[in-house]
């Protein structure tokens, strides 16, 4: 979703409404290939890896079976409608570590113990980013013992504050 609104306000010439950007546990790589290979890819997003990842994103979610396959179904049926207008735009992992060359400050929120966002692969991330645009404020705060978004459920009194924090410094 980030990329899009990029993007968009890009094309429209206002990069300046964007004052921060607060990433929970991402933005992620499209899939294992990136983990596996220690390596951050810049393919661009296919048809067959968006159902797959809502799949995926909806099982770490405790989503029951039968309402994870009808979202699947919807979104296989809306695909080809939406997907040639978005084609080119990749997934939000490559696009921060490759694309992106915002100003304004990243809130980094991870965990190690997250199974499906692989904290190598964020702090590559990371480290693209600082090289790329050195003078850019990136916080980063990983968690202890939260999965896949559970920091605010595992840890609610610091990321409250982790996230108030980085509000008053924009």
Same mark, same amino acid.
């Given at each position: 979703?980030?990329?899009? %609104? ?10 300046? =409404?964007?004052?921060?950007?607060? @990433? &929970?546990?991402?933005?992620? #790589? ?12 810049? &393919? ?5 890896? %968006? ?12 989503? *029951?079976?039968?309402?994870? @396959?009808?979202?699947? !179904? &919807?979104?296989? !049926?809306a695909l080809p ?6 084609? $080119?735009?990749?997934?939000?992992? #490559?696009? %921060? ?10 809130? =980094?929120?991870?965990?190690?113990? &997250?199974?499906?966002? *692989?904290?190598?692969? %964020? ?9 790329? $645009? ?12 939260s999965g896949h ?6 840890? #609610? ?12 410094? =924009?």
């Open positions: 979703m980030y990329q899009h %609104l990029y993007y968009t306000l890009a094309q429209h010439n206002r990069l300046d =409404l964007i004052k921060g950007l607060i @990433l &929970d546990s991402g933005p992620g #790589p499209m899939g294992c290939r990136d983990n596996f290979f220690k390596k951050n890819y810049t &393919d661009k997003t296919s048809m067959v890896f %968006l159902p797959i990842a809502l799949y995926s994103v909806n099982a770490a979610n405790k989503i *029951p079976l039968s309402e994870n @396959l009808r979202q699947m !179904k &919807d979104q296989f !049926k409608k939406h997907y040639k207008y978005c084609h $080119n735009v990749p997934w939000t992992g #490559p696009f %921060l570590t490759h694309e992106e060359k915002g100003e304004w400050p990243i809130l =980094l929120l991870y965990s190690k113990e &997250d199974v499906l966002m *692989p904290y190598t692969y %964020l702090e590559r991330m990371v480290e693209y980013q600082t090289k790329r $645009n050195p003078g850019r404020n990136i916080v980063t705060n990983r968690f202890s013992g978004v559970a920091h605010l459920k595992k840890s #609610p009194e610091k990321y409250t504050n982790t996230v108030h924090s980085f509000m008053k410094s =924009l």
